[in-house]
């Protein structure tokens, strides 16, 4: 998705609750891992529902730092060429039941975990 | 005797002779040169990866190819870990912008990671440092030009091994030769780690947590280990345990086979009655733990545990915020949540006591009656919570609440009494209508006057860590070993035979939430003696329902019949450690 001056489109942000039981433990947080590595964008996670790090969603030793358990609250914000697809993606993996509608932000959270 | 205890992590009892074992972890070569060019070094960490990767992978299609399907899980698992991103972005700059040599790069990188998951609060992720420590550790072997000789104390231990590690790695259990090794004994380590999975589903008995102390002592020591209590007892006494030859092949055959199954519905004894096993709760996190372990509820949510973290005295909202949660976590599954217990060794973070008050030797119910809003406050906030679980039809809270140091009946009586004015002054009879009010026996006088109570409530739990020790008048911070030794004393089996009767008689619902509803060598005897339901750490749970499925109530009964005939706890234990139905696996 890139506007009409070609520069990447503002920061697509969703909020997904987590559905698998064991929350995002090493084997869902590897098939997270593996969907965010196909999508260009820059994609980051915060859980929302205790105190946690803004990670990569492209790690999975990040991931694992947010201690996510089902019924969680993930905060997804990508930014990139292919964002929408990106957080459309991993919504859906994180909850099935999830719909498409996306929210957009124009404030994507400043604070990130860089190197850990 | 010398008995070091922790925390049963893989169950079976076995004899075995001690060897003391460094870990990987302690083996980390260091390099001997100054780093080479960043080029060069950068290459020897992409090669030692690149192996590494085909290594687990490997590793993975053999253990799938002859269906070790937690080992194969568990290569993949590793294989996610290493590939990811920022482990490889972080050693590289590691490398080109610090100058570091590679092994310093390794070191550095997977050491934040390790730090990272170790200061992590939840112990089911924090349990993944362990997993980092082991690809570091088999990173740096592969980046070691000199071979290692190839004698492996893991691969070819002496026979009937008891192996003492500091920490064991999960590369490390993959590597044990388990006709060699009895058990394994660890002074840290988790029941949650990787490396406590695959010992049980090896059948290894281990037992973590033990203590730097048990590092110490000498090998070649005959010890025995049990893997159910979480014990490890150095020149056990002779009449206390089995020594004979006859006797180890008997604890080998306690050895579990195959993984432990969570069971997610209420376990039923061989003739069909439900036994439900519930889990001893002190934080939010571990109420989440309740359904991952299969727990049929809350039998004890420690409610002075939930808010020590809390500064003042928590308020009625935050209060019935927690209770709720927890209700709702449950999903109408039922929870017992125990008024708070201050006193003795548990001293209350927030509450104030006026100068010269007596606090610290009263204690349970008897300091809630000196400072009654403590009480108040929490009766209100479990009503607010109830009511604001009420709204969803499906969540229909089954709500107990226990009486901590119950001594005598009309303790209940004045309880109630408080409690209806609080029910009166928030106008909900109907939520607290749902309440069925427990009495905890913690207490001599309690138990022997349990008829009296029973009348008085709803339930009786005992707690039998606490009632053991006043039994016995014993110390129980000092002795903790002789108070668990006390609680399968016949003394203490014939007082938890009397709550049976009286509460079979009563036909009220007799609990056990004592350390000594986790040990499923002990349920049986529990159930024949009529304790009718179990609370336990969520993490024993899988392990007491497997047990609670393998008798019917009237094996049960003989078995608690011979042990209320014993003279000693020696007796006792040898009568339900000589069943072999007490452990997962045997021949079912």
């Known amino acids: ?116 | 005797m010398n008995e070091y205890r922790g925390v049963g992590a893989s169950p079976g009892r076995v004899l075995g002779k001690a060897l003391i074992c460094p870990s990987d972890l302690e083996n980390t070569p260091t390099r001997r040169a100054p780093p080479a060019p960043p080029h060069v070094e950068w290459q020897r960490i992409e090669a030692a990866h690149a192996q590494l990767l085909a290594n687990l992978r490997l590793r993975a299609t053999e253990h799938g190819a002859v269906g070790k399907r937690e080992h194969a899980a568990l290569d993949e698992a590793h294989t996610a870990i290493l590939s990811d991103v920022s482990l490889m972005e972080m050693m590289h700059e590691a490398v080109h912008l610090e100058k570091r040599s590679a092994e310093a790069a390794v070191e550095a990188t997977f050491g934040e990671f390790v730090a990272l998951f170790s200061a992590l609060d939840d112990p089911l992720f924090a349990a993944r440092a362990n997993d980092v420590r082991d690809l570091r550790a088999q990173m740096l072997a592969l980046l070691v030009s000199t071979e290692q000789d190839a004698a492996d104390p893991l691969a070819t231990p002496p026979p009937d091994t008891i192996l003492i590690m500091r920490d064991l790695l999960p590369s490390e259990v993959a590597r044990l030769n388990p006709q060699r090794i009895a058990g394994i004994a660890l002074a840290h380590g988790s029941p949650l780690a990787h490396a406590a999975i695959l010992a049980r589903s090896m059948g290894i008995p281990l037992v973590c947590h033990l203590g730097e102390a048990v590092l110490h002592v000498h090998d070649g020591a005959p010890c025995l280990l049990d893997g159910a209590h979480g014990s490890l007892t150095f020149a056990p006494d002779a009449e206390l345990l089995p020594v004979d030859a006859a006797s180890q092949t008997a604890g080998r055959a306690l050895r579990p086979t195959g993984e432990i199954t969570v069971l997610h519905q209420v376990q039923r004894t061989r003739e069909g009655v439900p036994v439900p096993v519930q889990a001893n709760v002190n934080t939010l996190d571990e109420a989440d733990l309740v359904g991952r372990y299969g727990g049929d509820g809350i039998g004890l949510l420690r409610t002075e545990f939930l808010f020590a973290r809390f500064g003042a005295s928590p308020t009625i909202d935050e209060q019935s915020t927690c209770y709720a949660h927890i209700l709702k976590t449950l999903a109408g599954a039922p929870c017992a949540i125990r008024a708070f217990d201050f006193g003795g060794e548990k001293q209350s973070p927030w509450l104030r006591t006026p100068p010269g008050d007596d606090a610290e030797t009263r204690r349970g119910v008897r300091l809630l009656f000196a400072y009654p809003d403590l009480l108040r406050t929490q009766f209100r906030a479990l009503l607010r919570a109830i009511r604001a679980t009420r709204q969803d039809a499906s969540l229909q809270a089954q709500v107990r609440f226990l009486v901590p140091m119950v001594a005598l009946p009309e303790e209940m009586d004045k309880v109630r009494v408080l409690l209806d004015a609080v029910a009166a002054e928030e106008a909900d009879a109907e939520s607290a209508a749902s309440v069925a009010l427990a009495a905890m026996i913690e207490i001599p006088s309690s138990a022997l006057m349990a008829k009296e109570i029973a009348a008085r409530c709803a339930m009786l739990s005992i707690g039998s860590n606490d009632l053991a020790q006043f039994l016995f008048a014993g110390d129980r911070s000092q002795q903790d070993a002789a108070a668990y030794a006390n609680a399968l004393h016949p003394a203490m089996l014939r007082m938890i035979a009397h709550l049976g009767e009286v509460a079979a008689a009563a036909n009220c619902p007799l609990s056990l939430c004592g350390e000594l509803a986790g040990n499923p060598l002990a349920t049986p005897l529990l159930l024949g003696l009529g304790v009718t339901e179990l609370s336990a750490p969520p993490a024993a749970i899988p392990l007491v329902k497997a047990a609670v499925g393998r008798y019917t109530l009237e094996e049960c009964r003989v078995l608690a019949a011979q042990a209320l005939a014993a003279t000693d706890t020696a007796a006792v234990l040898a009568l339900i450690g000589d069943d072999q139905r007490a452990t997962p696996g045997g021949e079912e």
């Open chain 1, 1 to 116: 998705m890139t506007t009409s001056d070609g520069s990447a489109a503002a920061p697509v942000e969703r909020v997904v609750r987590v559905a698998h039981p064991q929350g995002l433990h090493l084997r869902t947080s590897n098939q997270i891992v593996q969907a965010a590595a196909r999508f260009v964008s820059d994609i980051r996670a915060g859980n929302l529902s205790r105190p946690s790090p803004l990670v990569n969603v492209k790690s999975i030793l990040q991931l694992m730092q947010l201690q996510a358990h089902a019924g969680h609250l993930l905060r997804l914000t990508a930014v990139g060429v292919d964002a929408q697809e990106a957080i459309n993606a991993l919504a859906l993996l994180i909850d099935p039941q999830s719909s498409t509608s996306p929210q957009r932000s124009e404030n994507p959270h400043s604070s990130e975990m860089h190197n850990p």
